[in-house]
């Protein structure tokens, strides 16, 4: 069974920077599609940045292009996501999402989430 753990976030300054991490147990993390989302308080969850099976396909949301990126490591089955530059607006929890065939951020697509963690840049 697929499990999925995110950890890294925390309170940060504006203009400071985060690296959120996503552990993957119980599969070969090279089969599936991982993707980040958010969710802001009274607000939906969407999509921040998705990164395909080997890492040569990756979309941003627009909101977070030139600042944040996303990678994987298949060896050590794990994600990343490294923020920097953050804003108020970037507060929110995130969550690390997985589908084997998926790809983009449609979020009744991911078969698999983790708990979340939390990311609060005061304003």
């Not at 119980?26 to 989302?37: E, P, Q, S, T």
């Not at 697509?109 to 983790?114: A, E, K, N, R, V």
Request: aromatic letters at 10%; a neutral charge; proline letters at 3%.
């Amino acid at each position: 069974q697929l499990q999925l753990v995110e950890s890294g976030g925390g309170l940060v300054q504006p203009g400071g920077s985060l690296r959120l991490s996503c552990a993957v147990s119980g599969v070969n993390l090279d089969d599936y599609v991982i993707a980040w989302f958010r969710q802001a308080p009274g607000k939906e969850r969407e999509g921040v940045a998705c990164i395909s099976h080997r890492g040569t396909s990756i979309t941003y949301a627009d909101s977070v292009k030139g600042r944040f990126t996303i990678s994987r490591d298949n060896a050590k089955n794990a994600a990343f996501l490294q923020m920097n530059r953050l804003s108020p607006e970037d507060t929110g929890i995130y969550y690390c999402a997985a589908d084997r065939l998926g790809y983009g951020f449609q979020i009744a697509m991911y078969d698999y989430w983790g708990q979340g963690t939390q990311v609060t840049v005061p304003s």
